[in-house]
């Protein structure tokens, strides 16, 4: 691996012959990533080489008391760049994951409806007391393929709805609540409650960053608005191995193991830095900047795996200008947001953090205007001195 770059190895079972293999570089991401669809400051693309050979779907579905079968099939792992809200620094940017079938269990353990979910056990207890069953505690690409079920599901239910699971509850009070009692709040695939009560380990380390091994728990609860970015699929949270407490359960899982291990190494690049010429620019944005009056361009880079490119322009010398933030997605330049800033062309600085930019321009009354980037979204303020 080179300096500065991120990997994906994703390992599948041998009789699937599938060996995926994704070298992040720095230009590439929004094209290769979706072939369908802390370190915050890195620059980072994906390229795909790739031989699969997809899974053969048996035409007899097995069964297990108490479990669902999940059929064999391809995972659209993680958030797609321009889908927000988006931890980009924390999940894959919607790659494909051919994956064979498994069971999972219907509910968290001890997956009995009307019971209370299993808490304060560490991931290793966890693992046991699934062994003890002839089963396994599940993959994070296992856990994930179940909540999006086969339509690739945001959130379960489709889209992000409090009420269908439960949301927007403290995790320690919504942990104490009886599984299975709330009916919308089933996966395509027909599994349960995977959001609005308990964390749950699952078998796979957390990879992303950071130091010390650590585990994955996915689902859970919280507070709005946090709770619309946790109760997404795609979300996922380290935990210490050891760690014990009343809001991470679990749920167990069998048959043969898909292991995807996620692996991030970001470098440290510039996180700001003014485009100097046309040939630095997006295709799409080149003859824009030959019609346009100070043309000015940055691009931008708030969080890993997500780049913006920020760019100011006047229709003509006395306006009308506009300030604009677009994002590359399939090769093509995607406006975020724009606003209309007088009749001059922004420049550009980083305000307080890498994730706000102060655009001033020449006004009457001296003013400006904070861009400021969340979970993906970017939002422009009002005039402000």
């Not at 994930?144 to 079920?149: D, N, P, Q, T």
């Not at 086969?150 to 379960?156: G, I, L």
């Not at 322009?313 to 006395?318: L, R």
Request: aromatic share 4%; glycine share 10%; with cysteine.
């Amino acid at each position: 691996m080179t300096p500065g770059a991120s990997a994906i190895s994703c390992v599948q079972p041998a009789h699937i012959a599938a060996r995926i293999l994704l070298a992040v570089t720095a230009s590439t991401m929004a094209a290769s990533c979706r072939s369908r669809e802390s370190n915050d400051t890195a620059d980072v693309g994906v390229s795909v080489e790739a031989q699969v050979v997809a899974p053969v779907v048996t035409t007899t579905q097995p069964s297990r008391r108490g479990m669902v079968w999940i059929p064999p099939g391809v995972l659209v792992m993680g958030t797609p760049p321009g889908t927000v809200p988006r931890l980009a620094d924390e999940e894959l940017p919607g790659v494909d994951i051919p994956m064979t079938g498994y069971f999972i269990d219907k509910l968290p353990y001890p997956n009995e409806t009307g019971a209370i979910a299993t808490t304060n056990v560490s991931r290793d207890e966890a693992e046991r007391m699934c062994a003890s069953l002839d089963k396994r505690l599940c993959t994070e690409s296992e856990w994930e393929r179940a909540c999006k079920g086969p339509a690739q599901d945001r959130y379960v239910g489709g889209s992000f709805a409090p009420a269908t699971c439960g949301v927007g509850v403290p995790a320690d009070r919504s942990a104490l609540s009886p599984r299975g009692s709330l009916p919308g709040c089933v996966s395509g695939f027909g599994v349960s409650d995977m959001h609005g009560g308990a964390f749950e380990w699952t078998f796979s380390l957390w990879r992303r960053s950071g130091t010390g091994e650590q585990g994955v728990v996915r689902g859970g609860n919280a507070v709005l608005p946090q709770g619309e970015i946790v109760s997404r699929c795609a979300n996922a949270a380290p935990k210490s191995l050891g760690a014990k407490g009343a809001t991470i359960g679990f749920r167990c899982c069998a048959g043969e193991r898909n292991d995807v291990e996620v692996v991030l190494k970001p470098s440290r690049p510039v996180v700001l830095e003014r485009v100097v010429s046309r040939d630095g620019m997006p295709v799409s944005l080149r003859p824009l900047a030959k019609t346009q009056e100070a043309f000015r361009a940055w691009r931008w880079r708030p969080s890993l795996n997500d780049e913006l490119l920020v760019h100011s322009g006047c229709a003509t010398i006395k306006g009308p200008c506009d300030l604009v933030v677009s994002r590359e997605v399939s090769g093509a330049e995607v406006v975020v947001v724009s606003t209309d800033v007088g009749r001059s062309a922004g420049e550009v600085q980083l305000f307080d953090s890498h994730r706000t930019l102060r655009a001033t321009y020449m006004d009457p009354r001296g003013r400006s205007r904070l861009v400021h980037y969340d979970v993906g979204r970017v939002t422009i303020s009002d005039p402000a001195r």
